[in-house]
């Protein structure tokens, strides 16, 4: 047989490789401007914090109810775009959270009391609702299957930026108090996300789910050969049959309890180990360990910088090394840095023995966090469940998330007068232990799998129903 006989001819009408790459890539960020928006959102409280609660006059525990406020509208969110993103399609929600980013952005830097700012907050955490659980979902659903993990992540990359340029916001109009520039500036990306999505296409997955098949393969044709193309489809349709008449209550049968399960309790540890209660009150705690505000501010936005960091370091990592290793031993990290924070607290009278430790430490958690469970609520929640009820079915993840966000953020500075800041790491460090020994158990290794064969391995069958 000649050499030419054994290798097959290339398709005449495959995308460049290149090109496709770029097209996905491209795709992938307009989309992860959402996670941009949810990480800037959420961030920049913490620093508009600092000079919100001496002109409105706001009590710690009013303190807590504006951080929460988002939180709450994030939980409506949530619940709210898992039905009507399967139903309308992903690219449709994600406009719609963009014009709501635009609306809260702009309620919130124009707000001339706490009742309204409060008002503007919950608009707001309808869009970060409702962009957390759409972004995975249509990046994972446009993502080739060997990049798919890198590309999903991309979405809490894009969370960690928009935390750290809040901090760099915050810093920059901290000599102003500018508190109203730093909340309304989050109009700025989010037009930007309304713009670009006006130029996607809709997830080739949710269009194969309802009946567009034709549509879906011209889709598909841009970043794949009609070869890769055919297959994918085929191995969607092989499950969608089956799946297309599911709604909430099946999601309890017996069949897809190991995947709800698992969504939930990998949101549960992701928040249980208190990466809000840093995220938000990290200048706070810092002002009360003696830092200045601007200083405070400034260490803030070091924690920050290793937050974004780590997790582009984790990009490069997650489709070569794999889920379970990341998640397992960052998870591993994250318990022993809260042992060790708490710990500094310990017979110092609710001050750390060392400011500088104390820095550094958060910056151990920080940065543990970020390749681990950073990446894996966002990531797992978008691989392990059919595509047409992944909405609905990773609502249950996302509700989980933000449920126990809003509580956290609601009692954290509670929590610490109650307990002092040792009991509080603490307490933070016996869930994650108990939350990586249960992940250790179930979590499946994802990684280089399509997202069908994902979902048939954990009903107990292959992806063809055998």
């Not at 988002?70 to 898992?82: H, R």
């Not at 705690?285 to 924690?303: D, R, T, V, Y």
């Not at 022993?336 to 958060?362: E, F, T």
């Not at 609520?377 to 609502?395: C, M, Q, V």
Request: glycine share 12%.
């Amino acid at each position: 047989m000649s050499r030419t006989d054994t290798v097959s001819a290339p398709d005449p009408d495959a995308p460049p490789r290149g090109n496709a790459r770029t097209a996905v890539l491209g795709a992938s960020a307009v989309a992860a401007l959402g996670g941009f928006l949810f990480g800037y959102d959420t961030g920049i409280i913490s620093s508009a914090l600092l000079y919100l609660a001496p002109e409105f006059g706001l009590s710690s525990g009013m303190q807590q109810v504006t951080v929460a406020a988002l939180l709450l509208g994030a939980i409506v969110g949530v619940l709210v775009s898992g039905a009507v993103t399967d139903a309308v399609g992903r690219r449709r929600t994600l406009l719609a959270a963009a014009a709501v980013f635009t609306v809260g952005a702009l309620g919130s830097a124009a707000a001339p009391d706490d009742t309204v700012l409060i008002a503007a907050r919950f608009v707001l955490g309808l869009a970060i609702g409702t962009a957390s659980l759409t972004v995975p979902a249509y990046i994972a659903e446009i993502a080739p299957k060997e990049s798919r993990g890198r590309l999903v992540s991309l979405n809490q990359l894009m969370i960690t930026v928009g935390i750290f340029v809040s901090y760099l916001v915050g810093y920059a109009f901290d000599d102003q108090h500018g508190w109203r520039w730093m909340l309304g500036l989050g109009c700025v990306p989010s037009l930007a996300m309304f713009a670009g999505v006006l130029r996607l296409s809709e997830s080739p997955r949710w269009l194969l789910t309802h009946g567009r098949a034709e549509e879906a393969r011209q889709v598909l044709r841009r970043t794949r050969t009609a070869e890769e193309a055919d297959g994918e489809i085929r191995e969607i349709q092989s499950l969608a049959a089956r799946e297309a008449t599911f709604g909430y209550r099946d999601l309890l049968r017996p069949a897809m309890r190991p995947a709800v399960l698992l969504g939930v309790v990998v949101a549960a540890t992701n928040q249980l180990v208190g990466v809000n209660a840093v995220i938000y009150y990290a200048p706070t705690m810092l002002k009360q360990a003696g830092f200045a505000s601007s200083a405070a501010i400034l260490s803030s936005l070091g924690i920050g910088l290793v937050n974004m960091v780590l997790t582009a370091v984790a990009l490069l990592l997650v489709d070569r090394v794999g889920r379970r290793p990341l998640l397992l031993g960052g998870t591993g990290v994250v318990v022993l840095a809260l042992v060790l924070l708490g710990a500094l607290y310990l017979g110092n009278g609710g001050q750390p023995a060392s400011s500088g430790l104390l820095v550094a430490a958060l910056c151990l958690y920080i940065g543990a966090f970020a390749p681990s469970l950073g990446l894996a609520i966002w990531l797992i929640n978008s691989e392990i469940f059919p595509t047409a009820i992944r909405g609905k079915a990773a609502s249950f993840g996302n509700m989980t998330h933000w449920g126990l966000d809003f509580v956290i953020s609601l009692t954290v500075l509670t929590t610490i007068n109650a307990l002092t800041p040792t009991g509080l790491f603490w307490l933070y460090a016996a869930f994650g232990l108990l939350g990586v020994l249960y992940l250790h158990r179930r979590l499946p290794e994802t990684k280089g799998r399509s997202l069908e064969d994902i979902t048939a391995s954990l009903r107990g069958r292959t992806p063809d129903g055998g």
